[in-house]
């Protein structure tokens, strides 16, 4: 089942090599069929305008959407967990989970990033799969709604995410985001941002409690949290 890992794929850093496979990455999802068809026509027409692109724009894009802030970060326990040291037993249980169907976390790498939680979802039946998928549900829909905010052509790839979920998100949680006002960080903002305290340490890493392997409970409760800071002006 490549539907999930193609989805993954989109949303890694643009290399070259991944442009020039688009339009393949598009025939699977359509040869496949798990996505409604409205939601492979918006697909492929993303893919195209992709590779319209100059590479190094297309790349300097990507880097301002989600690697300079939070806002759209591809972390998804930085959504839900930000700080907090309940993140580190949190991405134990990932890791755990993610063992169980062979996948083992490269060095350097962290598990709640999207694309390696979609590559672990391509290992499950569907209807796990889409199980799975809905625990995060409310994250990944808040991060597309963000993102079409901003006219970024990147929310197609979010609203199928949403598409392919057993669970669907929050309506009220969306709303509240969609009238929120547009977030404006400047470069001392995101600076500022990032070079807070880690979130957890090597003890956390390495602990054998791995007892709930449900990695996203407190994700509707930190996502109002997140849309009220929003309406009053916060990130």
């Known amino acids: 089942m490549k539907t999930f890992k193609i989805l993954g794929l989109f949303l890694t850093y643009p290399e070259a090599d991944l442009i020039s496979h688009l339009d393949e990455m598009v ?3 359509d040869d496949e069929g798990l ?28 880097v301002e959407l ?15 967990h930000g700080e907090s040291r309940d993140r580190g037993q949190a ?24 694309p390696l939680f979609l590559e672990y979802l391509s290992l499950c039946q569907f209807e796990e799969a889409a199980e799975l998928l809905g ?12 993102l079409k905010k901003r006219n970024a052509a990147y929310a197609v790839i979010f609203a199928a995410l949403e598409a392919l979920s057993k669970a669907k998100p929050d309506q009220d949680m969306l709303a509240k985001l969609r009238e929120a006002p547009l977030e404006k960080i400047s470069l001392a903002d995101i600076d500022a941002a990032w070079e807070e305290s880690a979130a ?4 956390d890493m390495t602990s054998s409690d791995c007892s709930d392997c449900n990695a996203f409970p407190q994700a509707t409760e930190a996502l109002q949290n997140i849309v009220h800071e929003t309406a009053n002006g916060g990130q």
Do not use: W
Not at 93 to 103: D, F, I, P, R
């Open 66 to 80: 989600f690697d300079r802030g939070r806002a759209h970060c591809l972390q998804l326990f930085e959504h839900i």
């Open 27 to 29: 025939d699977i999802l």
């Open 200 to 203: 957890f340490d090597k003890d």
């Open 35 to 62: 996505l409604p068809a409205r939601h492979r026509r918006k697909i492929r027409g993303f893919a195209r305008e992709l590779a319209s692109q100059d590479i190094y724009q297309i790349q300097e894009n990507y």
């Open 135 to 146: 625990d995060a549900i409310n994250v990944i829909a808040a991060i597309g709604v963000k």
């Open 91 to 114: 991405m134990v249980n990932l890791v755990e989970t993610y063992a169980s169907k062979g996948l083992y976390v490269s060095s350097g790498d962290l598990p709640d990033h999207l």
